[in-house]
Nanobody
Framework: QLQLVESGGGLVQPGGSLRLSCEAS????????IGWLRQAPGKEREGVAS????????FYVDFAKGRFTISRDNANHAVYLQMNSLKPEDTGVYYC?????????????????WGQGTQVTVSS
């Protein structure tokens, strides 16, 4: 069975950092485009960042630029989302998702496999 598992979420103060990890069972992430998306309470899910299977091209939505970094670790079959300078509005459940085709942005409809999500709470 193909599964994605996120980890690394938690409670952090404003201005702090977290690194989220995405790992897979049943398949290797190395050959998939990976996206990070999030859902805040009472809001729709939105894209955060993506890394394509082709050339590892990355994309960040505006609120993530300069603060978040998506990266791939092929040796460990993982994808990370480093989040710095966190703000209270970054609070939400963060999901990683995998698509077999190249992607240019973290669009929900493009992803075939999803993790269960990890909670990120930014609060003092």
């Amino acid at each position: 069975q193909l599964q994605l598992v996120e980890s690394g979420g938690g409670l952090v103060q404003p201005g702090g950092s977290l690194r989220l990890s995405c790992e897979a069972s049943g398949f290797t992430l190395n050959y998939y485009s990976i996206g990070w998306l999030r859902q805040a309470p009472g809001k729709e899910r939105e894209g955060v960042a993506s890394i394509s299977r082709r050339d590892d091209i990355t994309f960040y939505v505006d609120f993530a630029k300069g603060r978040f970094t998506i990266s791939r670790d092929n040796a460990n079959h993982a994808v990370y989302l480093q989040m710095n300078s966190l703000k209270p509005e970054d609070t939400g459940v963060y999901y990683c998702a995998a698509a077999p085709q190249p992607t240019v942005a973290p669009i929900s409809e493009w992803y075939r496999y999803w993790g269960q999500g990890t909670q990120v709470t930014v609060s003092s």
